[in-house]
């Protein structure tokens, strides 16, 4: 369950904007307010098999854009990449602060730590 409410918190974060005003709303209560279905109904005058109709249909919006756009996904990939990244950069500060002490590769590996961190922030 906790691997499904991640994924949707997820979807929501990307693509939520996609949603209605109700939907969000419904969405936000239900996951980030961890109320439960008949407290949102009751909260809403409405029943809660109406809550979860919204919910529902706002849970496969956000799950089609994702299939369509596979835009979480790319984000995964890339924080992969990015780790990768870091790991190898690491791996050549080290290997010349042990071996080389040279001033221009350790200028380089200042400036891909630099690139590397505006690429994470975007």
Not at 85 to 109: F, H, K, M, S
């Amino acid at each position: 369950m906790k691997n499904q409410a991640y994924r949707m918190a997820l979807l929501y974060d990307f693509y939520g904007d996609m949603l209605t005003d109700r939907q969000k709303e419904f969405y936000d209560l239900y996951y980030n307010e961890d109320l439960s279905l008949a407290e949102i109904a009751e909260n809403y005058g409405i029943t809660r098999q109406g809550v979860r109709d919204v919910i529902v249909r706002a849970e496969a919006i956000l799950t089609e854009l994702e299939d369509k756009t596979g835009i979480v996904k790319r984000f995964h990939q890339m924080q992969d990449q990015f780790l990768a990244i870091q790991t190898a950069l690491n791996g050549i500060c080290e290997l010349n602060e042990t071996r080389y002490q040279d001033d221009t590769l350790e200028g380089l590996c200042t400036q891909i730590q630099g690139v590397l961190s505006q690429l994470k922030q975007e």
